[in-house]
């Protein structure tokens, strides 16, 4: 399976500010989706990052606020912009390698706002 | 609106007993349906997975039972171990999308 790298693994930011993930994938893949779990709850599907156009975002979730980018088969960022309080979640990336495969997800990233 | 429904909310079974956590979706157009596990301070871990062709799937002591007719599936952890305490998330997958559950908290006690 797909060895799924994110940075940072955590970090604490101050409201108004910005932050971005990084998501690094050992094999080229398919599709690379990003997840957000707020404290205690399940995962929520932010947006499916697309190789060379503008990522597709899922109902509540904007380009302005989540911005992401995908450059190549390998690899994509999404950036938390001017966080609130209410943004502190752990962000996950993942992965689809084929159209059999199974999904699987990196660490993730921990973001508290302050 | 939860397109994946999970139960129980949480779970407590002795060591060495059996535990079921159940799920129903509405989404025909589901074709991947996975189970994972999450530790505290860790990423989900995909446990074990099954596509709606297949009536059931064993791994180790871990089974998902599907019921396509029914939109239902579980997961049977089969001699529940100390160590398999953790949260549980049923998901379903359409064109590598997940949908997940609200999560199953399960406790084995020693």
């Known amino acids: 399976s797909a060895v799924i790298s994110q940075k940072p693994s955590r970090d604490i930011c101050q409201r108004g500010t910005s932050l971005t993930i990084q998501c690094q994938v050992d094999?080229?893949?398919?599709?690379m989706f990003w997840y957000r779990q707020q404290p205690g709850q399940s995962l929520t599907l932010i947006a499916t990052?697309?190789?060379?156009?503008?990522?597709?975002?899922e109902s509540g979730f904007v380009i302005d606020k989540f911005p992401i980018s995908r450059p190549n088969l390998t690899f994509s960022t999404l950036t938390v912009s001017n966080m609130s309080p209410e943004d502190s979640s752990i962000y996950l990336c993942?992965?689809?390698?084929?159209?059999?495969?199974?999904?699987?997800f990196g660490n993730g990233t921990r973001l508290t706002v302050t | 609106q939860q397109q994946v429904k999970q139960s129980p909310q949480s779970l407590i079974v002795q060591k060495g007993g059996i535990s079921i956590i159940n799920c129903a979706y509405e989404?025909?157009?589901?074709?991947?349906f996975p189970w994972y596990q999450q530790f505290p301070g860790k990423g989900p871990a995909l446990l074990i997975a099954i596509r709606p062709d297949v009536s059931e799937k064993k791994e180790g002591r871990f089974t998902i039972s599907f019921n396509k007719s029914a939109k239902q599936f579980s997961l049977h952890i089969m001699d529940s171990q100390p160590g398999d305490s953790a949260t549980y998330f049923c998901?379903?997958?359409?064109?590598?999308?997940?949908?997940f559950g609200a999560g199953t908290q399960v406790v084995v006690t020693p």
């Open positions: 094999s080229q893949v398919t599709m």
């Open positions: 990052a697309n190789q060379g156009s503008e990522a597709t975002y």
């Open positions: 993942s992965v689809l390698t084929g159209e059999s495969s199974p999904l699987h």
């Open positions: 998901a379903a997958s359409s064109w590598g999308k997940l949908q």
């Open positions: 989404n025909t157009a589901f074709d991947y």
